[in-house]
């Protein structure tokens, strides 16, 4: 399974982004995809989640503003992001696993999200 993720850059805060993530290879295998970020120094944390059965969990720091879906016909994740604050600044990271119990089994590269104050 690969997974390209595109869409970053930079807003000024209250702006919105959007993300992608492409993913390719064995698909079917898929049950899970998410999104994670990093800040340098600090422990990469998990944003949001959503499973093909439909159900989605987000970050407390991001609920009400962002945004996961999936689209299983093109198989791509999103996340949409808005009323973006400095404090999501970071390297916004897609996933994807087989399950419940390996939701981020495989990994795509960053894309830097960068929100100005």
């Known amino acids: 399974v690969q997974l390209q993720a595109s869409g970053g850059g930079s807003v000024q805060a209250g702006g919105s982004l959007r993300l992608s993530c492409a993913v390719s290879g064995s698909i079917s295998s898929i049950a899970a995809m998410g999104w994670h970020r990093q800040v340098p120094g600090k422990t990469r944390e998990l944003v949001a989640r959503i499973f093909r059965r439909g159900s989605t969990t987000y970050a407390d720091s991001v609920k009400g503003r962002f945004t996961i879906s999936m689209d299983n016909a093109e198989n791509m994740v999103f996340l949409q992001m808005n009323s973006l604050k400095p404090e999501d600044t970071a390297v916004y990271y897609c996933?994807?696993?087989?399950?419940?119990?390996?939701?981020?089994?495989?990994w795509g590269q960053g894309t830097l999200v960068t929100v100005s104050s």
């Open positions: 996933d994807a696993g087989p399950s419940m119990r390996l939701p981020s089994m495989y």
